[in-house]
């Protein structure tokens, strides 16, 4: 059972199906709260989006660390079932793809949609006047990220005309960031020293503190902007977490399971608030 267990977390994580469907959930939450009907639709957009593009940045990523001789568990899995995870991709793909002609769409919503694809692939692939990736260009390695899924959190609103609350893009924006953190107190031993994240500028123990301070902020924020449930202390307490249990081999699985899912509780926290017709 314990062995089932392993091989299903390895799964669902490595395989990035994980990170998926939290963003999908966080699409559903706040797409519901903004009352659009088919709100599961751009659920299941975000979740094939997500699921593709990560998956290929994790592939274009192995091939550097293959070149740099870097093993990790993560990449040994994904070399593995690499066949599965093209053809999942090309599903993916192929159900994106279908679902955006589907919807109703904006000429604003195409425009943001490129920009976001353009920056998915030079996030993985070198620019090709500048020879490194955004990924590499100094202090924007996360901003790029929160970027891409405040876009994407956008659309639905977009297409359906409604009336944007910024506020709302802040906020979600700056969990995003929040949750980010902790990837780069793991990925600390392999990122380029140029890319200057928190945990490179501040030290590993300011960079906790600081993220402490910024989770927050924006719980206060939220309960100031939003009437009360019981998913705003459950996504606190689950940011924090994953913030404060110490990183080891051992604890990274579970711990990646908060990371993400700090995404998801926040969807359920707008899911279950009183929708606004705007």
């Known amino acids: 059972m314990k062995k089932l267990l392993s091989h299903s977390i390895d799964f669902i994580l490595f395989s990035n199906f994980w990170v998926a469907f939290c ?4 699409m559903l939450g706040v797409a519901h ?31 550097t660390f293959q070149k740099e ?18 053809v999942a991709c090309a599903i993916a793909i192929g159900t994106a793809a279908t679902i955006f002609f589907f919807l109703p769409i904006k000429p604003l919503s195409i425009v943001l949609l490129g920009v976001a694809g353009l920056i998915v692939i030079f996030y993985a692939i070198p620019l090709p006047f500048a020879k490194r990736t955004l990924r590499d260009i100094s202090g924007l390695k996360n901003i790029w990220i929160v970027f891409v899924w405040i876009i994407l959190v956008s659309i ?3 297409n359906r005309g409604k009336t944007i609350h910024f506020s709302d893009l802040f906020l979600i924006g700056a969990l995003c960031y929040i949750q980010i953190i902790p990837f780069d107190l ?22 906790v503190l600081f993220g402490t301070l910024l989770t927050l902020g924006w719980a206060f924020a939220m309960f100031l902007n939003y009437s009360f449930n019981w998913f705003l202390p459950v996504t606190l307490l689950v940011s924090l977490a994953g913030l404060w249990w110490p990183q080891s081999e051992r604890t990274n ?3 990646e399971l908060a990371w993400d899912g700090a995404l998801l ?14």
């Not at 709260?33 to 192995?62: E, K, P, Q």
């Not at 793991?186 to 960079?207: E, H, I």
């Not at 509780?265 to 705007?278: A, K």
């Open 23 to 26: 963003v999908a959930g966080l």
């Open 33 to 63: 709260f903004y009352c659009i009907d088919d709100c599961w639709m751009y659920a299941v957009f975000a979740f094939s989006g997500t699921f593709a593009t990560y998956n290929f940045h994790r592939l274009v990523r192995n091939h």
């Open 69 to 86: 001789a870097i093993i990790t568990e993560r990449n040994r899995w994904q070399n593995r079932f690499r066949p599965f995870l093209l």
């Open 156 to 158: 639905p609103l977009i």
């Open 186 to 207: 793991r990925d600390v031993s392999y990122d380029s020293r140029s890319m200057k994240t928190l945990p490179q500028l501040l030290g590993n123990r300011f960079t």
């Open 253 to 255: 699985r579970q711990l």
């Open 265 to 278: 509780t926040l969807g359920f926290f707008y899911y279950f608030l009183p929708c606004i017709h705007s």
